[in-house]
């Protein structure tokens, strides 16, 4: 009978789990597992569809903000015809208002001894006006003394200029009405004579 001549007898035959072996008996490398394909987000369809988004919500955006301007401006145009579509009628009211105070003026001063009408009839008048203006103030009409004050050109129209040793130049020395005003509006500039300063020494 002859001898088995194979110096590894056992080189092919397999483990007793099942696994090859190479021919030192170590196990046999597996076989590389597949790749994973691209990340989603590198598919130049999806890129495209996420710009269109952005663009999409900042035209949103934009409308929505406009929109907001819209309403801003047209509320405060609201606001403004509501405010000055009396102005036509204000005006003639604060006529009024300064006869009062020229009949006040034309009154006598207060005398001891006076006859009584007069005094009611002051009394009155007096009445009547402080009733008036609170009127006129609760609806934004409102009247400023210019006397003293510096001459503005936007609130005050001169009708005269004189020399004055009391009254630096262009200050108001006397105002023959005040400055009227319409919710901060200028109604009707105040009538003012203004200082020009001490006169020149001959």
């Given at each position: 009978m002859s001898e088995n001549t194979d110096p590894n007898p056992f080189a092919d035959a397999p483990h007793g789990d099942g696994t090859p072996s190479d021919a030192h008996g170590a196990p046999a490398p597996e076989a590389a597992a597949p790749q994973p394909e691209a990340e989603a987000g590198s598919d130049p369809r999806i890129a495209e569809l996420e710009a269109e988004v952005a663009a999409m919500r900042d035209k949103w955006?934009?409308?929505?903000?406009?929109m907001q301007n819209l309403r801003t401006r047209t509320k405060r145009e609201v606001e403004d015809a509501r405010q000055y579509a009396v102005q036509k009628f204000a005006k003639?009211?604060?006529?009024?208002?300064?006869?009062l105070k020229r009949a006040?003026?034309?009154?006598?001063?207060?005398?001891?001894?006076?006859?009584?009408?007069?005094?009611?009839m002051r009394e009155g008048i007096e009445s009547t006006?402080?009733?008036?203006?609170?009127?006129?103030?609760?609806?934004?009409?409102?009247?400023?003394?210019?006397?003293?004050?510096?001459?503005?050109?936007?609130?005050h129209q001169a009708?005269?200029?004189?020399?004055?040793?009391?009254?630096?130049?262009?200050?108001?020395?006397?105002?023959?009405?005040?400055?009227?005003?319409?919710?901060?509006?200028?109604l009707k500039p105040a009538m003012v004579?203004?200082?020009?300063?001490?006169?020149?020494?001959?």
């Open positions: 955006m934009r409308a929505e903000a406009d003639d009211v604060v006529e009024a208002a300064e006869n006040l003026a034309s009154l006598p001063k207060p005398a001891e001894g006076e006859d009584s009408l007069l005094t009611s006006e402080r009733s008036f203006m609170g009127i006129l103030e609760r609806n934004g009409i409102k009247a400023e003394d210019a006397k003293g004050k510096p001459f503005d050109a936007n609130l009708m005269s200029q004189q020399h004055s040793d009391e009254h630096p130049a262009d200050t108001v020395m006397e105002a023959w009405t005040p400055a009227w005003t319409l919710h901060g509006r200028l004579v203004v200082s020009k300063g001490p006169a020149q020494a001959g």
